[in-house]
């Protein structure tokens, strides 16, 4: 069973920083793209960063300079790394990949999501 677990949330004043992490577990053959989305109340869920197999990154207009992402292909882990956090950027971070895994019908490729972990800036 492929699991995402994410960690790093928290509550942090304006101009502060976090970082999440977010690990695959599992038996896992591949995983293709990683990407963090975000939730604020009463708004859509939004793509904040993105990262390809290769190391190509793509960020939300709002958080470029500000957010890095990353990830460790060793350890099946991607990483954001958040800088210079302003009020706006409260919300429920998810963590999203790209799995190929093994199923009883062969190997298949699906999109994984984890529980979400809450990122709360006081201003």
């Known amino acids: 069973q492929v699991q995402l677990v994410e960690s790093g949330g928290g509550l942090v004043q304006a101009g502060g920083s976090l970082r999440l992490s977010c690990a695959a577990s599992g038996i896992i053959f591949s995983i293709n793209g990683m990407g963090w989305y975000r939730q604020a109340p009463g708004k859509q869920r939004e793509l904040v960063a993105a990262?390809?197999?290769?190391?190509?990154?793509d960020y939300a207009d709002s958080v470029k300079v500000r957010f890095t992402i990353s990830r460790d292909n060793a350890k099946n882990t991607v990483y954001l790394q958040m800088n210079s956090l302003k009020p706006e950027d409260t919300a429920v971070y998810y963590c999203?990949?790209?799995?190929?895994?093994?199923?009883?019908?062969?190997?298949?490729?699906?999109?994984?999501w984890g529980q979400g972990t809450q990122v709360t800036v006081s201003s």
């Open positions: 990262i390809t197999s290769a190391g190509s990154t």
């Open positions: 999203n990949a790209d799995i190929r895994a093994p199923t009883k019908l062969g190997p298949v490729r699906n999109n994984y």
